[in-house]
């Protein structure tokens, strides 16, 4: 049995991200040449979108670590963990078209209860693990329940 498992980005997904980002960068470029202020708009959100792509291709940036305590989610700008304890459930949820990992908290869980009442009439979760990894959401979610009742 292994002490973690870890769930690197998707270097494919990060990859999409950054052509998708620039791609809009330029159409907002075109379009700034008859209406300034939307053009730069555009580039100014699609443009934000860059540096995170290139630093999701960067490897340990980004990455889901399961461990006997919990899980961590790290992104290029933070880390989180989240501990078996406060996890009742985990399980799929399909939010515009797009599948993720939904996770449903014990009703004692205490942190972020501001954030978890806004999002709970917004969204069917209280949280989420996003679909950014090398493995499917399917795959990631099979270990996440394996590691939740192992350690849980």
């Not at 990992?101 to 209280?126: N, T, W």
């Amino acid at each position: 049995m292994q002490d973690e498992l870890i769930f690197p980005a998707s270097r494919f997904k990060a990859f999409v991200i950054l052509v998708g980002c620039m791609a809009f960068v330029v159409a907002a470029l075109v379009v700034a040449l008859d209406k300034p202020l939307i053009g730069l708009a555009g580039v100014l959100i699609f443009g934000a979108g860059l540096p995170v792509a290139i630093l999701m291709l960067r490897p340990g940036n980004v990455y889901l670590k399961l461990n006997a305590q919990g899980f961590e989610m790290a992104t290029p700008f933070s880390k989180r963990m989240t501990l078996w304890k406060d996890v009742e459930r985990l399980h799929i949820e399909v939010i515009r078209g797009s599948r993720m990992i939904a996770i449903v908290y014990k009703p004692g869980y205490a942190p972020q209860p501001a954030l978890r009442k806004i999002s709970s009439p917004l969204s069917p979760m209280e949280g989420a693990v996003p679909n950014s990894y090398a493995a499917s959401c399917d795959e990631v979610l099979r270990a996440l329940n394996e590691w939740h009742a192992r350690y849980c």
